[in-house]
């Protein structure tokens, strides 16, 4: 499955920002879907992850609360709503699928990171 993430930018701290990842190829809704993030000098760190009927979701506990993963099956697509966005969550955001962990190699396939920049 190819995997296209869209929708970061340059935001000030408390707005929000609507991160989506658009996938092709196989059928989405045979994936466990995630958000990663990844920060200058930082490892790879799990956001969120959604089950494949988007019932079930869990979340970092930095996020609980502000961020809120969805996806919609038919339009082949995941997103990532996140509120009251703090500098901290500056960092490259990256969908990936296939996983349910919180360990990046627990996932096969990686979008290409869209950047979020949180300004205090």
């Known amino acids: 499955v190819q995997l296209q993430a869209s929708g970061g930018g340059l935001v000030q701290a408390g707005g929000s920002l609507r991160l989506s990842c658009a996938a092709s190829?196989?059928?989405?809704?045979?994936?466990?879907m995630a958000w990663f993030r990844q920060a200058p000098g930082t490892e790879r760190e799990f956001v969120a992850a959604?089950?494949?009927?988007?019932?079930?979701?869990k979340y970092v506990d930095s996020v609980k609360g502000r961020f809120t993963i969805s996806r919609d099956n038919p339009k082949n697509t995941v997103y990532l709503q996140m509120n009251s966005l703090k500098p901290e969550d500056t960092a490259v955001y990256y969908c990936a699928a296939g996983g349910w962990t919180m360990s990046t190699i627990d996932y096969a396939y990686w979008g290409q990171g869209t950047q979020v920049t949180v300004s205090s």
């Open positions: 959604i089950s494949l009927n988007g019932r079930i979701t």
């Open positions: 190829g196989r059928t989405f809704s045979g994936y466990i």
